[in-house]
């Protein structure tokens, strides 16, 4: 019996229904106070300055503006959003609270970027990155055959700014600076409050400097957000691209932190330019771990959320035009851990996926149906919307990003092509899988004009199914770009067929080039295999190549082992962990519970995803995982000659039953209806078998059950070229001999490309 790999092809229904948008918070007799606002109230000493965002339930007038300030050190009206960042006391507060118009009071506070993840990884062995799969993943390529590349879209990039002089990205501002390839068309690096010194009410153009060539700093994180979108890989013969390489870009651009105050006033500026630059997107890869949850002492996270002023200003965008795309967050695989900024329905909000087209384990996910949690006020809302790549993306590097950068140092010398590396730095976190669905939605906008719902409905709608997965942690699927432009222009596409490969052993073969000096920075890969229904046995084996010291220890840090692998069975329940305990270079384990694989903690379903993280404390060095999923067999097959294949296969099926013969290479030759029972079959004129599959197919053509195979070997073919040469010895028929002399001729072409196995190779030791 021999065994090969094969497919069962399923379609999957993809809903594009969005959640009602709430309506804009009305002023009370008693505006909502945040709780870190209210917590810091009641400890400070009333003469402590404090920064605040004051909401109203209107755009600021002159009167809001003289009273705000009367009661502030400094204070800046907005001009398009209904806030007034003001610097005041604690003694101010309640009289500020009571003003009227106004809807709440936060505190400034600072935001994490999703940035840096720990995470560095390359699927299937391509060692360096020398191509964007990324893009590829999401059939970006095909968009652009048919001439979409964002033309003409403008996307705002709200981060810690932007070094435009990075030949990819290239600036043309209005004062006649340039610098091809023109990307950027404005870079502004936005001030706060805090570093203005003038007592009187100022206007929000002071907190802005416009044509920076480089607001990124320090950081390095909105450079690579920005090249994701839309560099243009001048620097690298375009090797590294962004999904949009004709969009504009906007550069809002904060710094290594960034506050509230950061945010509206980016918006204001985004919005009031709206019409100047053509900005249809925003994106933002940034969030928060402590908004309108019970750790910051909130006992009504709800009310938290609808009087969040970023989530007032991202909806003022929304209702004028601007699609918002937001990071889940990198607080996965525990939930509901989802970036509290990408829950409301009028934001897109992005998951981070790896090459295998699975999910990380670090993306955030959002809340389970019917989820209990406080947090989950409403869970079919508060989720992934899509998934976009996002490990082991290669973008552009800011000259001068001290921060990100000596953390990537190691993983970037293994995994960008030699030359290049000035240019560009590996990027993970959902932070870079934002970027990535962001510059899709300007291909989509440069197609067709759509509103940002519709955007929205049209990437959800479009995705590729991500089998084995739940709609809290995935959302709709993956981003598929060309379906994306296809389903906006009106032309429907073909949903992505899911393939479900379920039987004999399924071999998942993954390398890669992990690794870093800082140890607190551990550089991680994820894989993802998919298990279906049947299967028997799960097999994980890991290499690599450098021996592992089994201690690392530094001030500070408790002593680790270098080399860590966590495995996680479907709905992320982590299964076990191994660490290097000993001077080795490799773990094994083996999964032997047939009822419990395909669903494990996954209830009612046959089929799940399992994750394998790969994390290196030490030196940069390459590794190998390989994943092992072993199915039964229903049909026996066996060579008669080298065009001759007995089957014998009598169980019930739902369908037609058939044989597919193959080339090694995956050409389909012939297809030959079989009738249940003992039966030989015989390869089409003129050819070998080289694989033959029993299938099942339904009426509309499908394949819907894989029942067996059949795979000639190097070793059967040259069994059967020693047959041929015992009855060309004895026969004495002209024409026999002649049909056998060419079988030996097809034979001996044949030996060049056949396996040595009928299954894959295995990993060295």
Known sequence: MKQTIASVILVLAISMVLGALPSVQQASASPYIDPHLANSQATASPGDTVEVVVTLDHTPTSTDAQAIAALSRVSVP???????????????????????????????????????????????????????????????????????????????????????????LGFSFPNGLRSGPERVIQNVKVLTVGELVSTQPLGPDQLFLE???????????????????????????????????????????????????????????????????????????????????????????????????????????????????????????????????????????????????GLTDFSSRGCEDNDTHPVCTNALEQRPDIIAPGINVISTRATTGVTLHPLTASADAGNIVSGLQPFYATFAGTSAASPMAAGVGALVLSAYELTPDELKAAMKGSADPMVGYLPHQVGEGRTNAFNAVKLALGKGFKPTKVREEAFGIQRFVYKGFIGGAVAATANWADTNTPVF?????????????????????????????????????????????????????????????????????????????????????GEGSEFTLRVDVQYPTKSKTSMDTAKKVHVEDSESHNGQLSAVFQTYQGTVQSVNSLTPGSQTITQPTGSLVSIVQVVVVDTAGDIVEVRGAFVMTQADLTARADAIQQQLLATLDPALAGELQAELSAIQSALLTAPTSENPPPLPA
């Open 211 to 357: 044509d920076q060539i480089n607001t990124d700093h320090t950081s390095g994180h909105g450079t690579l957000v920005a090249g994701l979108i839309a560099g243009t890989g001048t620097a690298s013969n375009r090797i590294y691209m962004g999904a949009a390489p004709e969009a504009n870009v906007v550069g809002l651009g904060a710094g290594e932190t960034l506050f509230i105050f950061h945010i509206i006033a980016s918006y204001n500026w985004i919005i009031s330019h709206q019409a100047l630059y053509n900005i249809r997107i925003t994106n933002n890869s940034w969030g928060s771990d402590f908004e309108c949850t019970d750790l910051a002492g909130d006992s009504n996270p709800e009310a938290c959320r609808s009087n969040s002023p970023i989530n007032a200003v991202t909806k003022v965008a929304h209702d004028r035009g601007i699609a918002v795309f937001f990071a889940a967050g990198n607080d996965g695989p525990g939930h509901p851990t989802i970036n509290p900024f990408s829950e409301p329905p009028w934001v897109i909000s992005v998951g981070a996926g790896v090459e295998s087209k």
């Open 78 to 168: 907005m001009t398009e959003v209904p806030m007034i960042l003001a610097a005041t006391t604690y003694s101010n507060i309640n009289a500020i609270a009571a003003h009227p118009g106004v809807v709440s009071l936060f505190k400034n506070r600072p935001m994490a970027y999703f940035g840096q993840v720990k995470t560095v990884t390359h699927s299937f062995g391509e060692i360096p990155v020398q191509h964007s799969w990324w893009n590829d993943l999401m059939r970006v390529p095909d968009a652009w055959a048919l001439g979409f590349k964002g033309q003409g879209v403008t996307v705002a990039v709200v981060d810690s700014g932007i070094d435009a002089a990075n030949p990819s």
């Open 533 to 617: 229904s049947g299967a028997q046995r799960l097999s994980f084996d890991l290499r690599w190549t450098l021996p592992a010291n089994p201690t690392v220890c530094q001030p500070g840090v408790a002593c680790t082992s270098e080399w860590r692998n966590d495995i996680y069975g479907p709905n992320d329940v982590q299964v076990t962990r191994f660490r290097s305990t000993t001077l080795g270079t490799g773990v094994s384990f083996t999964v032997d519970d047939p009822a419990a694989i395909a669903s494990f903690n996954n209830p009612g379903l046959d089929r799940g995803t399992w994750t394998v993280a790969v994390v290196n404390f």
